[in-house]
């Protein structure tokens, strides 16, 4: 099976990816999206979202990385894709899952569900522009409002040439809540003949296997899943334990320690409660300290206050 981290934007960036990838063995990692509109971006604006691409394009435990492209324009997305490859990156991952609002309301992310036909032109023209032995590949929920399209957006991106396909299991309007319809994944498997990859509600090894016996699917990708049992994709394909609370917290201070010398040192606190709100599903322990943490706003009360609770294991 092939395990692949999802792209969660403003929760793994290159600092997660580096951290995350040293301790599992992932297949492949997909970037925040690079949101393109209507011009090719300058090469910094892929090299700051993605700095692997000065590392072959694979983070420094050796694990490629593909960056996601947004937008709504064919043609200035095929571009983009070009300059990426030229770059480093280990293929174009396409997006019409986001479904912020903000994305949405500019014609970037799930709303172009609603227009099957636009979501074909942007990965054919890609695909085009693209050499075909870097994958083209995309990323979709069910649907927008509701989920009668999706079997039309799954066709439309396999006949426009997509290597293969990632489905979250909702639709925008489901946001992330309970459950996820892996049946419609089922049947999006079952009529295509490129790979798909299932999304959603990946929590632990056994909601992957469950996942991947009611699909049919041999990848799955994760996101959430991810940052709450930090070794995930490990525990799905070793046998290897689930990281106890030691060695989360262990992980957290190197997270810290590279976070504060890095160039987003300033948004450490915000960073590191984030990680705590997904922490506290998988670890009781974790819901006690960020009691304990919440209410530092500096990093340095923040990493004295870790420091203590290892201390104190």
């Given at each position: 099976?092939r395990?692949?981290?999802?792209p969660?934007?403003?929760?793994v ?5 580096d ?7 992932y297949d492949l990692?997909i ?13 910094r604006?892929?090299t700051?979202l ?8 694979q983070?420094?435990?050796g694990t490629?990385?593909r960056?996601?492209l ?8 095929a571009e ?7 770059l480093?990156s280990?293929?174009?991952d396409?997006n019409?899952g986001c479904p ?6 500019s014609?970037?992310g ?8 636009r ?6 023209a890609?695909?085009?522009a ?6 083209v590949?995309?990323k ?7 989920k009668s399209k ?6 439309a991106i ?13 639709s925008?309007v489901?946001?992330?809540?309970p459950p996820a319809?892996?049946?419609?994944i089922?049947?999006?498997n079952?009529k295509?003949?490129i790979?798909?990859?299932?999304n959603g509600?990946?929590?632990?090894k056994a909601?992957?296997i469950?996942c991947m016996q009611q699909?049919g699917?041999?990848?799955?990708m994760?996101g959430?899943?991810?940052i709450s049992?930090?070794?995930?994709a490990?525990v799905?394909k070793?046998?290897k334990p ?10 957290m201070?190197r997270?810290?320690?590279?976070e504060?010398t890095g160039?987003?040192s300033?948004?450490?606190p915000?960073?590191?409660?984030q990680?705590?709100?997904?922490l ?8 006690e ?8 706003k ?6 004295a206050?870790?420091l203590k ?5």
């Amino acid at each position: 099976m092939r395990v692949i981290l999802a792209p969660m934007e403003g929760v793994v960036d290159d600092l997660m990816r580096d951290i995350l990838s040293t301790i599992n063995p992932y297949d492949l990692m997909i970037t925040e999206f690079v949101r393109v509109i209507d011009k090719l971006l300058p090469e910094r604006v892929f090299t700051k979202l993605c700095p692997e691409l000065l590392n072959n394009g694979q983070t420094m435990a050796g694990t490629p990385i593909r960056v996601q492209l947004l937008g709504q324009h064919p043609d200035v997305l095929a571009e983009n894709a070009v300059r990426a490859i030229e770059l480093g990156s280990k293929g174009i991952d396409l997006n019409f899952g986001c479904p912020a609002k903000i994305v949405n309301r500019s014609k970037g992310g799930a709303v172009l569900l609603q227009e099957p036909n636009r979501v074909h032109d942007i990965v054919k023209a890609v695909r085009k522009a693209v050499s075909d032995e870097f994958p083209v590949t995309a990323k979709i929920r069910l649907g927008f409002e509701d989920k009668s399209k999706y079997m039309e957006n799954s066709l439309a991106i396999f006949e426009a040439g997509a290597s293969e396909l990632a489905v979250h299991a909702r639709s925008k309007v489901d946001g992330y809540k309970p459950p996820a319809y892996w049946e419609y994944i089922s049947d999006i498997n079952n009529k295509l003949p490129i790979p798909v990859i299932a999304n959603g509600e990946i929590w632990n090894k056994a909601d992957a296997i469950k996942c991947m016996q009611q699909t049919g699917c041999d990848a799955v990708m994760v996101g959430r899943g991810a940052i709450s049992l930090p070794n995930l994709a490990e525990v799905i394909k070793t046998d290897k334990p689930e990281m106890n609370w030691q060695q989360a917290l262990d992980l957290m201070l190197r997270y810290t320690e590279k976070e504060l010398t890095g160039r987003k040192s300033c948004y450490y606190p915000a960073r590191i409660k984030q990680w705590f709100s997904y922490l506290n599903r998988q670890y009781p322990e974790a819901k006690e300290l960020f009691r304990d943490l919440r209410i530092f706003k500096t990093a340095e009360e923040i990493t004295a206050c870790l420091l203590k609770a290892r201390e104190e294991l």
